[in-house]
């Protein structure tokens, strides 16, 4: 009897080592997809651009591989890998932000594949001891690589920000009264006065303006918040002149194209409301993106006397050092101290 108990006992051990060695490896095969799912959309894509530049690189070495974005993909991933592919992304011309992003990417999924035991405890050890390009170096590197003729930048992102004037704000914001007018006022208003993302104002719907408390509602899908902003003058008026055109409908977008007639036609893509924060900052004499905006915002709110904190919550900031990156230092840097 006792040997039958034993036997049946250590069966069901067995089983139970079984089942749960199963489930480690359905959690291991779905760790990446999980991760990723957990991202806002923005995020999401950044962190799979990143995965297939790295594949590539590995492609360029013989290593064969599904853009890195499945965990079997990581097995025979090491250390030396993703320094030189660290290395490599200065040589390609990456700016030294985009590969100090693309190497920490790198280094997550990395250390999700040690959990799911496809990168030995060893390896990922080292990878761990990768480091990014301090900012203090960045000069340096930079000098050396216009020296040798290699770019320091790809693509059309400024290395900096454009500083926008109070004057240019309020000329940015002053459009023709016509239909394309007051719906490009709203849009610079909407991005000036209240440091919202061009991807928040541009999804913006009917029924997140209350006019009568002269409120809007900004879904910040990239922090996952949603705020609440009592409209600025400015945007309260543009607003009100806006929909005079456009009647706000629950559940529908606010904006609408308008073709060379002048006349409504079709809708009004992220795309095409950057060309015109583009075309209207030509206008005046400068170029701006829409993110200068939000430069711009920072800048004016903390020269107000706004406090860190108070900004970093209304313009949806994660963190008061993000805040810090938005926020033009002055040309005097001791004007705002005081000693007494």
């Keep these: ?176 009264d016509t239909l394309q007018g007051r719906r490009n006022a709203l849009l610079m208003a909407l991005l000036l006065d209240h440091g919202a993302r061009i991807s928040e104002v541009i999804s913006l719907k009917g029924d997140d303006f209350d006019l009568a408390n002269k409120t809007v509602v900004f879904h910040r899908t990239k922090t996952n918040r949603i705020d609440k902003h009592v409209l600025t003058a400015d945007s309260y008026r543009a607003a009100v002149q806006y929909f005079e055109y456009v009647k706000p409908q629950p559940g529908k977008s606010i904006w609408i194209g308008i073709n060379k007639a002048g006349n409504p036609s079709g809708g009004f893509s992220k795309l095409a409301a950057q060309k015109t924060v583009k075309n209207l900052g030509r206008e005046i004499g400068i170029e701006i993106s829409c993110h200068d905006c939000r430069h711009y915002y920072a800048t004016a709110a903390h020269k107000a006397g706004s406090s860190s904190l108070d900004i970093m919550r209304a313009g949806g900031w994660a963190s008061p050092a993000m805040l810090s990156r938005y926020i033009e230092p002055e040309q005097i840097q001791n004007v705002n101290i005081r000693l007494e």
């Design 1 to 176: 009897m006792k040997t039958k108990a034993l036997t049946a006992t250590n069966t069901a051990i067995t089983e139970q080592t079984y089942i749960g060695q199963a489930a480690n490896n359905a959690a291991a095969a779905n760790v990446f997809e999980e991760y990723i799912e957990r991202k806002a959309g923005n995020t999401r894509a950044r962190y799979i651009q990143a995965l297939n530049g790295f594949g590539i690189f590995l492609e360029t070495l013989g290593y064969k591989n599904y853009g890195m974005t499945d965990i079997a993909d990581w097995s025979g991933i090491t250390y030396g890998l993703i320094e030189a592919y660290k290395r490599a992304q200065l040589q390609a011309g990456y700016s030294i932000p985009t590969t100090n992003q693309n190497t920490y990417i790198i280094k997550a999924f990395a250390k999700l594949a040690a959990q799911a035991n496809v990168i030995s405890a060893d390896e990922i050890i080292k990878i761990n001891s990768i480091k990014g390009y301090k900012s203090s170096e960045a000069a340096h590197i930079n000098e050396q690589r216009a020296q040798a003729g290699q770019a320091t930048r790809i693509g059309s992102k400024k290395e900096h920000s454009t500083a926008i004037t109070r004057d240019q704000a309020k000329a940015l914001k002053n459009q023709p």
